[in-house]
């Protein structure tokens, strides 16, 4: 069956930097896209970007370009998302989603979320 | 970006029906994904295209657009669908593509 597996939950100080795994399996990695979401407390979902297990090639929100890099490692099935210069509004749930193939932003399986803590 | 709005509360009776909303520019070139999120879990895809369900999600949940607005309907609504429901889109605005989600709505069975 179709599994996404997230890292553990994280306490950062403002200006650092988290980097969340998301090991896939149960399916050919290279087919699918990842994109990656966030959930800050109480709130809704925010969609952060996409990134093709196949080739790499990324797209990230507007609002995050800069800050945020996603990656994969073919050999482990694993993507990976980095946010840098994390500020207390950074405080959220992270949740990796696998893309249905021949969909745009349409997520068929989804990690079980890695919460990111920012506090001084 | 753009922006999918969504009414944040809505509540049906056990066993009727109920529709859930989600107006934005973007759908009015292409569908909405609609997605249940249980509190302290993950979202669930219910919802895509057309009006297509995934596997394992009840025939009651059904989608519909025209225009602008995208529905989701829950025709005989059970107390297990009590959740809060997102929808999704592509953001149609400018030239950056990006994914966008409505602000949700609480969804009530009575």
């Known amino acids: 069956q179709v599994q996404l597996v997230q890292s553990g939950a994280e306490v950062k100080k403002p200006g650092a930097s988290v980097k969340v795994s998301c090991k896939a399996s149960g399916y050919t990695f290279t087919s699918y896209g990842i994109s990656w979401v966030r959930q800050a407390p109480g709130q809704g979902l925010e969609w952060m970007g996409w990134i093709s297990a196949y080739n790499g090639n990324t797209n990230y929100a507007q609002k995050l370009q800069g800050r945020v890099t996603m990656t994969t490692d073919t050999s482990t099935s694993t993507a990976y998302m980095e946010l840098r210069s994390l500020r207390s509004d950074d405080t959220a749930v992270y949740y990796c989603a696998r893309e249905i193939t021949g969909t745009e932003y349409v997520f068929d399986y989804w990690g079980q979320g890695t919460l990111v803590t920012v506090s001084s | ?110």
């Not at chain 2, 759908?27 to 895509?48: E, F, N, T």
Request: aromatic share 8%; hydrophobic share 25%.
């Open chain 2, 1 to 110: 970006s753009s922006e999918l709005t969504q009414d944040p509360a809505v509540s049906v009776a056990l066993g009727q029906t109920v529709r859930i909303t989600c107006q934005g520019d973007s759908l009015r070139s292409y569908y909405a994904s609609w997605y249940q999120q249980k509190p302290g879990q993950a979202p669930v895809l219910v919802i895509y295209g057309k009006n297509n369900r995934p596997s394992g999600i009840p025939d009651r949940f059904s989608g519909s657009s025209s225009g602008n607005t995208a529905s989701l309907t829950i025709t005989g609504a059970q107390a297990e669908d009590e959740a809060d429901y997102y929808c999704n889109s592509r953001d149609s605005s400018g030239n950056h593509l990006e994914g966008v989600f409505g602000g949700g709505t609480k969804l009530t069975v009575l």
